[in-house]
């Protein structure tokens, strides 16, 4: 049973994530104000027009439709998900991987609906994905200028590859006469792959839960319609020769309507290896290099399991 604690929040509200200025451009909103707000936050009208317009009704295409969106039995981590052995019931999610680009958001809408003109559901699609790639890209360089690393910056943002996938969680079936449900868990405890991750909820269908470091499950109830979460995932953790802590997190959904949920993964194209300055006698290395491609695969043979997995693939 998960509380409902607040996760730490930081307001980017005035914070231009293309033009950081001298020094730290962001400290100037404080981590513990009650939001966080991108500088061009989605209106209402296109938080709409994406989820109600463009992401609903890409999760009631036939399953057929559906599973054309692949990138290859090697990268089943980058399309379609759901209906398959390993993947929980009752959740399905599809993804435009690599770049979120307008050809690309274009491309993947002509292979869901082939006669379909498709242009709101690319610009919906598109808006949503870039403004949740500029968030990670600002809270990449916030750790890095806190780590004081800011020098890497340019070439792991260059490298950046992004999973952009769009998620549907059904309700529990009622299990009582007076259709009352319990809770179920429709995307199991994990860790992220990712270097970052930035997750969107549709409205007030709560049930994203992160397991802090002391063990208890905390519920994410979003402080504003706008506000996103920003989770560590384990190549950040590498990175950082393990400064910074990627949680386990899972979705347990109850009551009876579905949650929408869209998650941008921002995948490292360079080998990650910790830089010189977050290696010291204090701070021996804690994991191997490695690229990304690697640890993916490793993660996707192993399973879901609640298990510290990049220590086992490259621990030291
Ligand atoms: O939908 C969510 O809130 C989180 C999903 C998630 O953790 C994932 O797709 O890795
Ligand atoms: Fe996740």
Redesign the pocket.
Known sequence: MATEARLPCINFTGVDPSSPGAGRWWTRWPRSAASTRTTRALSPDLRAAFFDGAVKNLLALPADAKRCNTYGRDKPLFGYLGATPGVSSGYE?LAISERVEPERVRAFANLMWPDADNAGFSEAVHGAARWMAELEEAVQRMVMEELGVCRCHGAMSESMRHVF?M?Q?MPPISDDTEGRSKEVIR?GT?Q?CSML?V?C?HGEVD??EVQTSDGEWVR?RPSSPASL?V?AGNELRAWTNDRVRAPF???AVGGDVA?Y?A?L?ALPGLRIQAPDELVDDEHPPRFKPHCNDDFMRFCIAQGARHEDKLRDFRGV
């Open positions: 999610s996938r998620s969680y995307h994990h992220d991750t997750i909820q049930g994203l994410f979460v989770m997190h899972r979705v949650r949920s998650i993964f």
